[in-house]
């Protein structure tokens, strides 16, 4: 079993229309429609009342495409992606011959195909989505062995089974896929996409299985072992995006692409540097934190400790932490004190007795967000909460100390960040009215900072008086040493055009056009 991430965010579900289309340089091109946001849609409406399901593999939207495509226009594959509210893309595939229809989200992030099968019976889930039919099939092949795949709040079990898949106008023959025969609890039944599609490294497949893309380079289908996404973020058009598979499309990107190198095969994961707040740094990533390009999930992950700094920075509604204000009400001045006089500020929290060890960021706080190494929960370091606030009391005080606030000042933005801790049902909500003068944040990725504005990481429902906005941002805390990470969703890939280069194991971004 490979390692998958367990993480909570929204489930935001869209609803998409595929229209196929070709084109006169070689390249298949399948146009992807975005319907408008619907405010009575079941699940907008959700999301509107703070109930948001939520769904690790769900929150996706994502289109592939060619940019300054690598070799032949001819070699390039390209799927077209839909939009709904921002927080979803997907396309359509199809299996076995003739090939069954799924509308499936392509996600970088897991590593398996999965769609529903005609055996789902007990399941409501199934009884809303397009279903696999082998009989159907005249290139099916029986395999049978069980596979299950736990996301954030839900999961799927069945069966592998093999048959061609057609991606595009590319068929991948003999393509090893997970039946789902259980698709248990309301989040896979009110979702529009019917399965997903796992871009990620084999490391983390669901039983070993090679992944479609995989198959695609093995069995010579695409010249250059490439494939690139463009999301467009404008919610009035219909095009939702683009995933390409062979290349880079230039028309979707400004500039040249930024590269990282892959710095662990199994999620498309990258070391990351400092995160900035309107311009300002916030030191949590000084020292350097992993970050991973997840398609498969709408929002923005990251440490708590940052977070509940963009949060305060932005004005978004949080949980007061009673634990926090308690640490720092008993012994900030004594942390300040001691930063001040330059102790290691790494020992400081278990010199005070309040950690049982040094030098650890991994905070934990009740969200179930680590990396499993066997597809259970990871056995990395879990702190109390009182070892947690003293340890995000230290990042904060030093953050202000090289600011060169006051002392007064710094204890006041402390309490202050004591009040704005991330929601730990993942939403926070903002005011409509103050988007327009809230900071910049900021991603230093291979020595560049990539720029969000508060336009691309707040995401809007609704329009006029009865308008609600959500931040982009929600907590997610990994310990060391495979963290802290950051997970860099569709609010980041949608500025950003990100090229997913298996060749060469690395990871690129460049301003989307």
């Not at 399941?123 to 290139?139: D, E, G, L, M, P």
């Not at 990251?302 to 004005?315: D, L």
């Not at 056995?379 to 090289?402: K, Y």
Request: proline share 4%; hydrophobic share 35%.
């Amino acid at each position: 079993m490979g390692t998958k991430i367990k993480v909570v965010l929204f489930l935001w579900t869209l609803l998409f229309a595929v229209v196929a289309a070709g084109s006169d340089d070689g390249i298949v091109r399948i146009g992807l429609k975005k319907m408008k946001l619907d405010e009575n849609n079941r699940i907008a409406a959700r999301l509107e009342s703070r109930k948001g399901e939520s769904l690790r593999g769900s929150v996706r939207k994502h289109g592939f495409r060619n940019s300054n495509f690598l070799g032949d226009s001819g070699d390039t594959d390209i799927v077209g992606l839909k939009n709904y509210m921002d927080a979803q893309y997907y396309g359509e595939i199809g299996i076995g011959t003739p090939p069954q229809k799924f509308t499936v989200i392509f996600d970088t992030g897991s590593s398996n195909l999965w769609v529903p099968s005609s055996q789902c019976y007990f399941s409501a889930a199934c009884f809303f989505h397009s279903k696999y039919k082998s009989s159907q099939s005249s290139t099916y092949k029986r395999n049978g062995e069980p596979a299950a795949i736990q996301y954030g709040t839900g999961s799927i079990s069945g069966f592998f089974s093999y048959d061609s898949v057609k991606v595009g106008d590319l068929v991948v023959k003999d393509q090893e896929f997970i039946e789902a025969t259980s698709e248990p609890g309301l989040t896979f039944m009110v979702a529009k996409f019917d399965g997903i599609l796992g871009l990620g490294f084999q490391e983390i497949a669901v039983g070993n299985a090679v992944p479609v893309w995989y198959s695609m380079v093995k069995q010579g289908l695409i010249k250059d072992p490439v494939f690139s996404f463009w999301l467009n973020r404008n919610q009035e058009e219909e095009e939702g995006g683009e995933i390409v598979f062979g290349g880079i499309d230039p028309s979707h990107h400004k500039g040249r692409h930024t590269y990282v190198p892959v710095t662990r095969k199994g999620y498309w994961q990258f070391d990351m540097g400092d995160v900035l707040i309107d311009g300002k740094p916030t030191g949590y990533c000084a020292a350097g934190c992993s970050a991973i390009a997840d398609s498969g999930t709408s929002l923005l992950a990251g440490p708590t400790t940052v977070i509940t700094m963009i949060n305060q920075a932005i004005g978004a509604s949080g949980v007061v932490s009673q634990e926090c204000k308690g640490v720092v009400e008993k012994y900030g001045t004594t942390i300040m004190d001691l930063l001040i006089n330059e102790a290691h500020p790494k020992k400081i929290c278990s010199q005070m007795g309040l950690c049982t060890f040094d030098g650890s960021r991994g905070v934990s706080t009740g969200i179930e967000s680590v990396l499993d190494e066997s597809n259970s929960m990871s056995s990395g370091i879990i702190h109390d909460a009182t070892c947690a606030a003293c340890e995000m009391a230290i990042v904060w005080m030093q953050n202000q100390l090289e600011q060169n606030q006051t002392q007064e000042r710094i204890m006041n933005y402390v309490n202050e960040l004591c009040d704005r801790m991330p929601n730990p049902m993942g939403e926070s909500s903002v005011d409509c009215g103050r988007v327009s003068s809230m900071p910049p944040v900021s991603f230093t990725i291979g020595g560049r900072v990539f720029n969000l504005s508060p336009q691309e990481y707040i995401l809007k429902v609704g329009e006029g008086p009865q308008a609600q906005c959500i931040s982009g941002f929600t907590a997610l805390d990994v310990p060391p040493p495979r963290g802290p990470l950051w997970i860099l969703g569709d609010v980041f890939m949608g500025r950003y055009h990100t090229v997913f280069d298996f060749g060469k194991l690395r990871v690129g971004f460049a301003d989307a056009a």
